[in-house]
């Protein structure tokens, strides 16, 4: 089945630690997102990238950093920068580059900071 | 920036009834898209609607981008349309996200 999957679902870390959340899509798309939601809030954009080993930041990137590398990959990785790391961490992805196209959304990873 | 507005932030209907869904937009945009997240946090890309109307069985959506908002009507509402509905706007580069409306429908 086609479709983007996001690993672990649940994850935990300690403060000051860095941790790495996967994204693989096998929908051949060419953008890919990463979205954060906090409880109760809409979602907000991280990174976006339009094309393999390029990307650009969204709203809310600082303490964050991504690579894409493949077409099919594009991890996050949350860095003891971000202040406030507990979230809910979303993957889409869409057929064609930017923004004005049909995204399509992973079941999410839950990242719990102790 | 552009500012996302959508009402009413609650709704809790009884199954069998009808809804309507407001989002409005500050600004011009180049694309609208509604969303429903169901509660285990999964989002469904219900419709891509910049302008005009698109019906999807008991969903339908209108935009009227002149005047800046957008409708997702629901008829007949199940039990599991339950979750939250996020309307989103792309302009330029940036994609936003309004802050959603939590819709609960009781059998």
């Known amino acids: 089945d086609g479709g983007i999957t996001q690993s672990p679902k649940y994850l935990f870390r300690k403060e000051g630690q860095n941790v790495t959340l996967s994204c693989e899509q096998n929908l051949n798309h060419d953008a890919m997102y990463w979205y954060r939601q906090d409880p109760g809030q809409g979602l907000r954009l991280i990174y976006y990238?339009?094309?393999?080993?390029?990307?650009q930041k969204g709203d809310i990137a600082e303490g964050y950093s991504v690579s894409r590398e493949k077409k099919e990959s594009f991890p996050l990785t949350v860095t003891s920068a971000q202040k406030n790391p507990t979230a809910f961490y979303l993957c889409?992805?869409?057929?064609?580059?930017?923004?004005?196209?049909?995204?399509?959304f992973g079941p999410g990873t839950r990242l719990t900071v102790l | 920036g552009i500012q996302v507005e959508q009402s009413p932030p609650d709704l809790i209907l009884q199954e069998g009834a009808n809804s309507t869904l407001r989002c409005n937009f500050s600004?011009?945009?180049?694309?609208l898209q509604w969303f429903h997240q169901n509660p285990w946090g999964q989002l469904i890309n219900l419709f891509y609607?910049?302008?005009g109307t698109k019906q999807n069985g008991r969903l339908s959506a209108t935009t009227v981008a002149t005047e800046r908002y957008s409708l997702l009507y629901i008829s007949s509402s199940q039990t599991t349309d339950s979750g939250v509905y996020f309307c989103a706007v792309s302009y330029g580069q940036n994609f936003v996200f309004g802050p959603g409306t939590r819709l609960s429908v009781l059998p």
């Open positions: 990238s339009q094309i393999v080993n390029d990307f």
């Open positions: 600004d011009s945009v180049n694309n």
């Open positions: 609607i910049p302008s």
């Open positions: 889409a992805s869409s057929v064609t580059s930017g923004l004005t196209d049909t995204q399509y």
